[in-house]
């Protein structure tokens, strides 16, 4: 029986290390949250989701190449995965790159999620396309 057991047989935690990198993205913590993330992607290797709040972590700390880099590689294992569109979108409008730009936010609004929050980023998506192709109103409404 190791010395550590003496105290009983309380089983240690079990880290949850996505929702831990949530909690530090949010906190403004964005190394630290990339730490998490990536700690979460070895218990979940290739996960779409993971992988995507990586590439936000690489975003707020700068870091958009890779954001990018890693928003592709969601989209060749899952090529409909809304958030991967959204976050490209807004990194190719960053760098001037339109037309990459409005490919993606279509592809973005062809699959838009569903649920919580999820309007707040159609409605974004849907304002940015219309700036883009210039289908807005002279009050900024959509055509």
Do not use: C
């Not at 909690?23 to 993330?37: I, M, P, R, V």
């Not at 991967?84 to 760098?95: D, E, P, S, T, V």
């Not at 999620?113 to 409404?141: F, M």
């Amino acid at each position: 029986m190791s010395w550590l057991n003496i105290f009983g047989n309380r089983q240690p935690r079990q880290v949850d290390y996505y929702e831990e990198g949530l909690e530090l993205l949010n906190d403004g913590k964005f190394h630290e949250a990339l730490t998490s993330f990536r700690l979460a992607l070895k218990e979940s290797p290739g996960d779409p989701i993971v992988l995507q709040q990586i590439a936000i972590a690489y975003t707020r700390i700068g870091m958009t190449e890779e954001a990018a880099k890693t928003y592709r590689h969601v989209l060749k294992s899952k090529p409909d995965a809304a958030g991967a569109h959204y976050g490209l979108a807004f990194l190719y409008l960053r760098g001037e790159q339109h037309e990459e730009s409005i490919r993606h936010l279509k592809a973005f609004l062809a699959n838009a999620p569903k649920g919580e929050g999820a309007e707040e980023h159609i409605d974004h998506a849907r304002t940015t396309l219309a700036q883009l192709t210039g289908e807005l109103d002279l009050d900024g409404r959509v055509l």
